[in-house]
């Protein structure tokens, strides 16, 4: 399974971005797809996640710091997970990283740098 992320960049503050996640196979097929971030120097840290199952709602879930400014969506038609990110901090700066899960298994996609400077 491979996941191919997209969409970083550089913004200033207040400004928004869309991280977009590509999987190799049918995004149903995983039980729950997110997004990590990992700043220079820290632990990678969980941003947002959403079940992508066919029988599941997309329930999602975000982290306190994100809650309000980010918004988490699933495409079947592109195979695809997204993350909105609106009025973007200093403090959001980091490498995104795509994840994906499957009963025991874990995948990751390569990480699309999001930078927030004036």
């Known amino acids: 399974v491979q996941l191919q992320a997209s969409g970083g960049g550089l913004v200033q503050p207040g400004g928004s971005l869309r991280l977009s996640c590509t999987a190799s196979i049918r995004i149903f097929s995983m039980d729950v797809m997110g997004w990590y971030r990992q700043a220079p120097g820290k632990e990678r840290e969980l941003v947002s996640t959403?079940?992508?199952?066919?029988?599941?709602?997309?329930?999602?879930n975000y982290a306190d710091s994100v809650k309000g400014r980010f918004t988490i969506s699933r495409d079947y038609a592109s195979n695809s997970v997204y993350l909105q990110m609106d009025n973007l901090q200093l403090e959001d700066t980091a490498a995104y990283y795509c994840?994906?899960?499957?009963?025991?298994?874990?995948?990751w996609g390569q990480g699309t740098q999001v930078t927030v400077s004036s």
């Open positions: 994840n994906g899960r499957n009963g025991p298994r874990t995948y």
């Open positions: 959403i079940t992508t199952k066919r029988s599941t709602s997309g329930s999602s």
